[in-house]
T-cell receptor, first 116, second 111 residues
Framework: DQQVKQNSPSLSVQEGRISILNCDYT??????FLWYKKYPAEGPTFLIS?????DKNEDGRFTVFLNKSAKHLSLHIVPSQPGDSAVYFC???????????????FGQGTILTVHP | DSGVTQTPKHLITATGQRVTLRCSPR?????VYWYQQSLDQGLQFLIQ???????AKGNILERFSAQQFPDLHSELNLSSLELGDSALYFC??????????FGPGTRLTVT
């Protein structure tokens, strides 16, 4: 049961343009969403997050949008740079019930390639 | 550098064997999380410890166990290894349920 889905396995973008990575979820109990970036042979690195009480969070070139009614979030990177080329994972968390405290449920990841 | 360390970086072992993966969390972090990343399954949550106590369990096999010691480092024990256990194993630590910082991972190859 894939509760967090990233339907695009890969995305290719020209340097300077916008990259939009998408993520869908099915569990309405998720109340916090995160994006991680991963380079080969390294662990995931936290990028940006958003609480379910917000619909937008911005940090420099990175903006995450949350549409709760559609159970959809997206990560916008503007402008894209070659150094942004990596695998991007969407993750979700819920504090409901206490038993899953802190557990992250990850999507399958999207490989972003930014061409110079 | 996330501040989370994992040893060893690579491990090659045979089926049926037992291995121990080690994780040292960031200074001050009480929570340690273990995740498995295999080719076909993506990143899967295994187990969480908070200040020495098990807090949450994911799809962790009975052949796998973990513990967190008084100095807050954690070990993941994998026994009766099978070919399908070959994967990257990540440890993460954090101070709140919404911040998790990942180590570089241990690549386990079972032959």
């Amino acid at each position: 049961d894939q509760q967090v889905k990233q339907n695009s396995p890969s995305l290719s973008v020209q340097e300077g343009r916008i990259s939009i990575l998408n993520c869908d979820y099915t569990n309405s109990m998720f109340d916090y969403f995160l994006w991680y970036k991963k380079y080969p042979a390294e662990g995931p690195t936290f990028l940006i997050s958003i609480s379910s009480i917000k619909d937008k969070n911005e940090d420099g070139r990175f903006t995450v949008f949350l549409n709760k009614s559609a159970k959809h979030l997206s990560l916008h990177i503007v402008p894209s740079q070659p150094g942004d080329s990596a695998v991007y994972f969407c993750a979700a968390s819920t504090n409901a019930g206490g038993t899953s405290y802190g557990k992250l449920t990850f999507g399958q990841g999207t490989i972003l390639t930014v061409h110079p | 550098d996330s501040g989370v360390t994992q040893t060893p970086k690579h491990l090659i072992t045979a089926t049926g064997q037992r291995v121990t993966l080690r994780c040292s969390p960031r200074s001050g972090d009480l929570s340690v999380y273990w995740y498995q990343q295999s080719l076909d399954q993506g990143l899967q949550f295994l187990i969480q410890y908070y200040n020495g106590e098990e807090r949450a369990k994911g799809n962790i096999l009975e052949r796998f166990s973990a513990q967190q010691f008084p100095d807050l480092h954690s070990e993941l024990n994998l026994s009766s290894l099978e070919l399908g256990d070959s994967a990257l194993y990540f440890c993460a630590s954090g101070r709140s349920s919404y911040e998790q910082y990942f180590g570089p991972g241990t690549r386990l190859t079972v032959t």
